[in-house]
């Protein structure tokens, strides 16, 4: 893989400062379906000075359902998935993060989400995936927020602390690709 990869369209977090954020809020496990959007960061993740242990799944509930294993064992585990993979495992989701009260921090690419979208409300998209994310989200009572570029990693420390404080999901919408720096 090069990292010379340049995400379209370009902008967004970048992988060395996600990495180095969810190291800071004490992540010790990113559980994944690995996503287009989110490609540099698990390049990055797969890096052997991360400091954070990748597993890699094939699904999205055998990704929750492991990441909830690794929280009985001691660990702290974040998800890294997609929109669509959300999608997918809401039912497992439901069980194990809002019904058995166990913390889990989501990144969840927007896969999908058009140039044209970018800068405009996510609820606003032309593509369904990403417009009924937010929705869905608040639907469930999950609180959500935004990273689209390097400002706003603050967001995933208060999304971290919020899964751990009230022992329940907290999910991180990574609106823009993650870029390779």
Known sequence: MSQGFAPNPPGGPSASALV??????G?????TVPDYAQFA???????????IATVYTCSEDQALTTA????????????????QGLYKCMNT???????ADVP???????FGREAANIGRPMTQSSRRTVRLLEPALDAFGVRHWTVEDDADLS????????????STAAVVVVGRHVTWN
């Open 20 to 25: 180095r954020t969810l190291r800071e809020c």
């Open 27 to 31: 992540i010790t496990h990113a559980v």
């Open 41 to 51: 960061l698990h390049v990055a993740l797969s890096a052997s000075d991360a400091g």
């Open 68 to 83: 909830t294993g690794l929280h009985i064992g001691g660990a702290r585990p974040a998800l890294v998935i997609q929109n």
């Open 93 to 99: 989701l439901r069980a194990t993060c809002l019904d």
């Open 104 to 110: 889990v921090l989501f990144l969840v690419g927007q």
């Open 155 to 166: 967001r995933v420390r208060d999304a971290a602390d919020h899964a751990q404080q009230a």
